[in-house]
């Protein structure tokens, strides 16, 4: 398997003994070693990917990289965050996902509300399986934990991905900003409740959810 390490905060290296990973296309900025690129079509793999990607009219670029030797990816200067998976799945917007075990299984998922209120369409990316997969962020992402005891509110503009068992719902009203006097008005909150992680950047992306 594919070893993912970081060097700095945002440069990924994946050394590579024959096996393969995916990355965004374009991610890569240097390799050593022998190493062969191939073009994946991103958004979802077999059919409900396909379907997905004709219903939104979005497509993610995903390449191929397999070969012996260490490559490293980069994308625009993002901080980068290792996640482990064991055997769970990872919902992550497709703009934060940067690479994946070869053997992760990824897909697309219907999002509805938070998808629309994110300004990222209704569905998002999942990866599942067992390894590691790479995630970026706008400044250094912090990894927040949901218990049954202490569900967890997070702005749409900052929400990164999650995993684990974890609950999603929507609820309108005052807006962190609002709170300060530089809101505009009523916008919704993502509210998570079970047993989880949450990944949130900070750095709020644009949504239109009013001023979020």
Known sequence: MAMFRLQGSKVLAVDMTGDAVKAKNGSMVAYDGQMAFKKLSGGGEGLRGM????????????????????????????????????????????????????????GTTFTGMRGASQ???????????????????????????????????VDPGAYIAHQGNVRQSFQSGV?????????????????????????????????IAGDV
């Open 119 to 153: 300004g990222n369409g209704l569905f998002t990316t999942t990866v599942e399986g067992s390894g590691q997969a790479a995630i970026t962020s706008d400044g250094p992402a912090i990894v927040l934990r949901v218990s049954q005891q202490y569900p967890l509110i």
């Open 51 to 106: 379907v997905t990607r004709r219903i939104t009219g979005e497509q993610m670029t995903v390449m191929e990289v397999r070969g012996q030797g260490t490559c490293w990816f980069a994308d625009r200067a993002s901080e980068i965050n290792l996640v482990e998976l064991r055997g769970d799945k990872l919902y992550v917007e497709s703009s934060n996902l940067l690479a994946t075990d070869a053997g992760l299984r990824t």
């Open 175 to 207: 807006t962190f900003r609002t709170l300060f006097g530089e809101g505009g008005g009523e916008a919704f909150q993502i509210r998570f409740e079970g047993d989880g992680l949450v990944y949130v950047q900070p750095s709020e992306r644009n949504t």
